[in-house]
């Protein structure tokens, strides 16, 4: 299966969590628990507490992540399953690249460790603008 080959040793997932990984995986934008409801309704879903646990579930595998700044959540861009990612949102689209490495959160940790302080928590979200959006010209405004 090409998930298991994407996310190799992951743990074993719900019907219902696979349901909603899928969703994700699919729109490859951020959604938040509603929108992951409204989506997953014509499957018989209806109930938000299934939804939400479902995404609980995933985030700790590592096969989602939350992003605090929307409130939402987006499927992995990851091969393997790893720790807190630096994400950067493009606050017009909403589009993420999410950054293949490891070094911020690793140099953050590092130097937490140096501080004696012990991170429980840890989101690296940059907001701006993508070049698809950045390049879109302004709506024509008619002279007069
Ligand atoms: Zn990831
Ligand atoms: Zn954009």
């Known amino acids: 299966m090409a998930d298991r080959e ?3 040793n992951t743990p074993r997932i719900t019907k219902n969590a696979r349901l909603v990984l899928d969703i994700l995986r699919q729109v490859g934008q951020p959604l938040t628990a509603y929108e992951v ?4 309704r014509p499957q018989g879903i209806t109930a938000p ?8 579930r995933l985030v700790e595998c ?3 992540h939350r992003l605090e700044t929307l409130n ?12 807190p990612s630096a994400i950067a949102i493009c606050t017009d689209c909403h589009g993420v690249i999410e950054m293949q490495n490891d070094a911020v959160p690793g140099y ?6 140096t501080k004696d302080f012990t991170v429980t928590s840890l989101t690296i979200e940059i907001l701006g603008q993508c ?10 405004v008619d002279s007069e």
């Not at 953050?108 to 460790?113: I, K």
């Open 6 to 8: 994407k996310h190799p």
């Open 37 to 40: 409801l409204d989506r997953i």
């Open 49 to 56: 507490t299934t939804v939400y646990r479902a995404l609980e």
């Open 62 to 64: 590592g096969l989602i």
């Open 72 to 83: 939402a959540f987006v499927s992995c861009g990851r091969e393997e399953v790893h720790g």
């Open 108 to 113: 953050l940790y590092g130097w937490a460790e």
């Open 131 to 140: 070049s698809q959006c950045r390049i879109k010209p302004e709506p024509n």
